[in-house]
C-alpha cells in the first residue's frame, strides 16, 4: 500500500499489474475499504492485460479522515431537501470523484477505466460525465442516478445499514454479528452465504482501519449530489451497466435507470445477485469489464 497526495488529500492505494498497460480504476462503495475489491480480483483482472488500482475513498480505510467535520443531521438535512435547498456537507460526490481524478494525475495515468460498485459506481459515473476526457470505459455496478422518484430500499434493510454496530474493540463477537447479519441480508440467493469469508473481510477492514464515522458523511454527499441523470446523458464512454435481481438496497430498478440514462450503455442483469459481489461471480463480472474496456477507442 502507498499514500499519495491527490486533490488535496492523502489517498491510499495500491497497484496490480504491468505500469504500462491500460489503466482500471475500481473505486468502492460507502463506508467500505479498498480490500473490497478482493486481491484475486484485481489479479484476475490485471492477468487480461490491465494495470489495477484500488484505493480508499476519502474518510475511508487509510485515506484522510475528516474527523474534523461534526456528523450530518440527516433530519435537518431531509428538511432542507424537501424543501428544495441545498444544504452544506462536508463534501460532496463530486469531491470525491475530483480525489480519483487526482489519484490518476498523481500516478501520471492520462485515462483509465472507471470502475465503481455501490456508491462508487456514482462516483465513477460522475468522473465519465465531468472529466470525459480521462475515462476510457465505465462500470456502473449495483449503483442508481439519484433519481428521485425510483423504488427506496426495504426499510429493513435501511434500518439494519444505519443503526449503530457494537463496538468492535469491546464486544468483537457483537460487532461482527451485526455486521454479518446485515452482508447476510443484502447478499442475495444466487449462491451460498460464505459467512467465515465474510467474518474475516470484516475483520481485516476493521484491524486495517476502523473508522465508522465517514459514512453518515458519504451518506450525506450522495444524498446533496442529487439527480445525475441530465448529465449521465452526455456520456460518450462505452458503458456497461450491472445490477443484481435480488439487490435490497439499491433496487434493479436502479440498475435498468442507469443503463436507460446513459446513451448506449449495455444493462447486465444477473439473477439472483444481491447488493453484494461473490467470488463466485468473478468470472463473469471481470470477462463483462474487459469488455467493455475493449470497446473504448485505444483498444
Given at each position: 500500500?502507498?499514500?499519495?497526495?491527490?486533490?488535496?488529500?492523502?489517498?491510499?492505494?495500491?497497484?496490480?499489474?504491468?505500469?504500462?498497460?491500460?489503466?482500471?480504476?475500481?473505486?468502492?462503495?460507502?463506508?467500505?475499504?479498498?480490500?473490497?475489491?478482493?486481491?484475486?480480483?484485481?489479479?484476475a483482472?490485471?492477468?487480461?492485460?490491465?494495470?489495477?488500482?484500488r484505493?480508499?475513498?476519502?474518510?475511508?480505510?487509510?485515506?484522510?479522515?475528516f474527523?474534523?467535520c461534526?456528523?450530518?443531521?440527516?433530519?435537518a438535512?431531509?428538511?432542507?431537501?424537501?424543501?428544495?435547498?441545498?444544504?452544506?456537507?462536508?463534501?460532496?460526490?463530486?469531491?470525491?470523484?475530483?480525489?480519483?481524478?487526482?489519484?490518476?494525475?498523481?500516478?501520471?495515468?492520462?485515462?483509465?477505466?472507471?470502475?465503481?460498485?455501490?456508491?462508487?459506481?456514482?462516483?465513477?459515473?460522475i468522473?465519465?460525465?465531468?472529466?470525459?476526457?480521462?475515462?476510457?470505459?465505465?462500470?456502473s455496478?449495483?449503483?442508481?442516478?439519484?433519481?428521485?422518484?425510483?423504488?427506496?430500499?426495504?426499510?429493513?434493510?435501511?434500518?439494519?445499514?444505519?443503526?449503530?454496530?457494537?463496538?468492535?474493540?469491546?464486544?468483537?463477537?457483537?460487532?461482527?454479528?451485526?455486521?454479518?447479519?446485515?452482508?447476510?441480508?443484502?447478499?442475495?440467493?444466487?449462491?451460498?452465504?460464505?459467512?467465515?469469508?465474510?467474518?474475516?473481510?470484516?475483520?481485516?477492514?476493521?484491524?486495517?482501519?476502523?473508522?465508522?464515522?465517514?459514512?453518515?458523511?458519504?451518506?450525506?454527499?450522495?444524498?446533496?449530489?442529487?439527480?445525475?441523470?441530465?448529465?449521465?446523458?452526455?456520456?460518450?464512454?462505452?458503458?456497461?451497466?450491472?445490477?443484481?435481481?435480488?439487490?435490497?438496497l439499491?433496487?434493479p430498478?436502479?440498475?435498468?435507470?442507469?443503463?436507460?440514462?446513459?446513451?448506449?450503455?449495455?444493462?447486465?442483469?444477473?439473477?439472483?445477485?444481491?447488493?453484494?459481489?461473490?467470488?463466485?461471480?468473478?468470472?463473469?463480472?471481470?470477462?463483462?469489464?474487459?469488455?467493455?474496456?475493449?470497446?473504448?477507442?485505444?483498444?
Amino acid at each position: 500500500m502507498t499514500v499519495v497526495k491527490a486533490n488535496g488529500i492523502d489517498l491510499a492505494y495500491e497497484s496490480l499489474g504491468d505500469g504500462a498497460d491500460e489503466a482500471i480504476l475500481l473505486i468502492a462503495g460507502l463506508g467500505t475499504q479498498m480490500i473490497r475489491w478482493t486481491v484475486p480480483f484485481c489479479e484476475a483482472l490485471a492477468a487480461r492485460g490491465y494495470r489495477v488500482i484500488r484505493f480508499d475513498n476519502r474518510d475511508t480505510g487509510r485515506s484522510t479522515h475528516f474527523h474534523q467535520c461534526p456528523p450530518p443531521d440527516f433530519g435537518a438535512l431531509a428538511a432542507a431537501l424537501m424543501a428544495g435547498q441545498r444544504p452544506e456537507v462536508s463534501y460532496t460526490l463530486h469531491d470525491m470523484a475530483a480525489d480519483a481524478i487526482g489519484l490518476l494525475d498523481a500516478l501520471a495515468i492520462a485515462r483509465a477505466h472507471a470502475v465503481g460498485r455501490s456508491m462508487g459506481g456514482m462516483i465513477a459515473q460522475i468522473m465519465a460525465s465531468e472529466h470525459p476526457g480521462r475515462v476510457l470505459s465505465l462500470t456502473s455496478i449495483m449503483s442508481s442516478t439519484g433519481n428521485p422518484m425510483l423504488p427506496q430500499a426495504a426499510p429493513d434493510v435501511m434500518a439494519m445499514m444505519t443503526c449503530p454496530a457494537p463496538d468492535p474493540v469491546s464486544d468483537e463477537a457483537g460487532f461482527l454479528a451485526h455486521r454479518l447479519a446485515f452482508a447476510r441480508r443484502i447478499a442475495g440467493s444466487g449462491h451460498a452465504f460464505d459467512e467465515e469469508a465474510h467474518r474475516l473481510l470484516i475483520l481485516e477492514e476493521t484491524r486495517r482501519a476502523y473508522y465508522p464515522g465517514g459514512s453518515g458523511r458519504q451518506i450525506a454527499a450522495m444524498a446533496v449530489t442529487g439527480d445525475r441523470r441530465p448529465r449521465l446523458a452526455t456520456i460518450t464512454a462505452p458503458t456497461l451497466v450491472i445490477h443484481g435481481t435480488d439487490d435490497p438496497l439499491i433496487l434493479p430498478a436502479c440498475g435498468q435507470d442507469t443503463a436507460a440514462s446513459i446513451p448506449n450503455a449495455d444493462l447486465m442483469l444477473i439473477e439472483r445477485m444481491g447488493h453484494d459481489l461473490s467470488p463466485a461471480l468473478d468470472r463473469t463480472i471481470i470477462e463483462a469489464i474487459d469488455r467493455t474496456a475493449r470497446r473504448s477507442s485505444r483498444r
